[in-house]
């Protein structure tokens, strides 16, 4: 037995470390987060990693589209120029991209300590400065004396189409863009520049103007980028947040389970041990109350014993009264239900009450609908209910004071019980308080009166376990009135109502269709 609670004891240190180096992980994660959120624009700099990521994705993803190009591009240029000299660019251009793609690649798979390393930036600039001189070197290919206006018109689309390409693969990287199109753009400018046409004149002033378009794309994009990573930062905030609230009411559902099973043992230890006991005290109290052995000559005795006898069986109900309680709000208490008429049960806790009212000279006043039908129910608990009503009247109504107990039937067809005292009420503030479990209000306190405050959370239970309703309505110095309703789905004659108007509405309706 010590070895398996040893064990247990082992597992539990276990579950615990790991639950708090699991919020130790999520807190720094949080930290983290709050940092780069909260920090200045100029000051952002962790997102460089995934920008850096961004854009060897997007050369992966281009890693065929590229060589389409060069070679769409090369194939037209061998009517202007050369095909040796066209192949032999082809190559390098090609060489140069696939070094690109081979390095995202490899930025891809390196671990996520080495991503953020300068020296991956800094191979990605140069990498693609010598990409873009790689296209640049195309536009410095001689041509042959053939070529006319065409070929400045196709090496101009050309440049456009290109510049367009890498900003939309670089455009996440400010330097890379530069890189790899300023190179271009500046050779195209000079070539057309060094012409004395106009034509050529506002081509490579159209070339800067496209440049400088594609540069503020560019950083269009990369705002683009940046607000897409800070979106998903918060996103990946929310979720640690989630993380961390969720282990949090993990923790919290544990604990409530396990002391709600610590509770569930104590009572039923309780249950037994104090009611065995108990059972001993009542009966030979009661046997000396009642001198059933011989007459007791001291009264003193006798009035001890009369004592012992009343305070076992206040003990007693108190315990009854915490037990079923505990069985209603862990959903074990289950009802018996079966036809009653409300009348009956209600004049049978009349009956048993009366002799409390008699010693307090309280006059009970009913005021019962002697047609009302039976009701669906549980016997045993709607005879709980009235009962703790009516000992709360009695408990709280003065001497020579009146109680009102009212039966009948509801408007929309179900039936009630309303127990009305003349005693001092109660302040509206103390109702929430007195309606909830052990809980008591003044007067009941300054005037110890016997109790534990768990009738009306008893009642409101049963009740609501049977779809009714409760309502409880005082005014200080003015008396209580209690009323609880039972549903008219609980009520048998009205259901019979319905189901045969129900049914006479389908006879007519098949008689109208039969006529028709």
């Known amino acids: 037995m010590g070895l398996l609670a040893s064990n247990t004891g ?17 807190a720094r994660s949080k930290k983290g987060v709050r940092s780069r959120l909260g920090a200045p624009k100029k000051r952002r700099t962790t997102f460089d990693p995934e920008r850096q990521h961004l854009f060897a994705d997007t050369r992966i993803n281009a890693a065929y589209a590229v060589p389409l190009l060069a070679l769409i591009v090369a194939a037209i240029s061998v009517f202007w120029i050369n095909p040796v000299f066209v192949g032999y660019w082809f190559a390098l251009t090609i060489g140069t991209h696939a070094s690109m793609v081979f390095t995202s ?13 300068i020296y991956w930036y800094n191979r990605f600039v140069l990498g693609d400065f010598i990409y873009g001189c790689s296209w640049a070197l195309f536009f410095m290919l001689p041509k042959t004396s053939e070529a006319g206006d065409g070929f400045v018109i196709f090496h101009f689309a050309t440049v456009l189409i290109v510049v367009a390409m890498n900003t939309m693969q670089s455009a996440t990287l400010p330097k890379c863009l530069l890189a790899s199109t300023l190179p271009m753009t500046l050779v195209v400018t000079v070539s057309f520049l060094q012409k004395v046409d106009p034509i050529h ?12 378009f594609y540069l503020i794309l560019g950083n269009q994009l990369l705002k683009n980028a ?10 990946d905030h929310l979720i640690v947040e ?22 569930s043992r104590f009572l039923a230890t309780m249950s037994h041990e104090l009611r065995t006991p108990l059972n001993a005290i009542l009966g030979f109290s009661e046997i000396m109350k009642d001198e059933v052995l011989g007459p007791m000559h001291n009264e003193t005795y006798r009035s001890y014993s009369e004592d012992i006898h009343g305070s ?4 007693l109900n108190l315990i009854n009264e915490i037990l079923d309680l505990s069985r209603i709000e862990a959903g074990r208490h289950e009802l018996h239900e079966e036809p009653l008429y409300l009348n009956d049960v209600v004049q049978e806790c009349s009956a048993m009450i009366r002799v409390r009212a008699k010693a307090k000279s309280i006059s009970l006043h009913h005021a ?16 709980q209910v009235v009962l703790n009503l009516m000992s709360n009247a009695m408990k709280f109504t003065p001497v020579n004071g009146d109680v009102y107990i009212k039966v009948g039937p509801t408007s929309d067809g179900g039936q009630y019980v309303t127990i009305e005292d003349t005693g001092p009420g109660i302040p509206e503030d103390e109702i929430p308080t007195v309606l909830e479990a052990f809980g008591q209000g003044s007067h009941a306190i300054k005037s110890a009166e016997p109790g534990t405050g768990l009738g009306l959370s008893i009642v409101q239970a049963l009740i609501g376990m049977h779809e009714g309703k409760f309502s409880l309505k005082s005014s200080l110095g003015e008396g209580t009135a209690v ?18 108007a129900v049914s006479s509405e389908k006879t007519n309706f098949s008689k109208d269709a039969k006529s028709a």
């Open 226 to 235: 940046n607000t897409m990573l800070e979106y998903r930062a918060d996103k």
């Open 201 to 212: 004149y506002t081509l490579a002033a159209m070339a800067i103007g496209a440049q400088g």
């Open 312 to 315: 076992g069986q206040h003990l």
């Open 105 to 117: 690649r490899s930025f891809e798979k390196a671990p996520a300590d080495q991503k953020i390393r």
């Open 10 to 26: 082992e597992d539990k240190f276990a579950i615990n470390k790991q639950r708090a180096l699991r919020r130790r992980e999520l």
């Open 483 to 500: 009323t609880v309703s039972l549903p008219p789905s609980r009520n048998m004659n009205y259901a019979e109502n319905v189901r045969s």
């Open 368 to 383: 019962i609908d002697p047609n009302l039908g039976r009701v669906w129910a549980d016997e045993r608990a709607v005879r």
């Open 242 to 263: 989630l993380e961390s609230a969720n282990a949090m009411s993990d923790e919290a559902r544990r604990r409530a389970e396990a002391a709600n099973v610590a509770k």
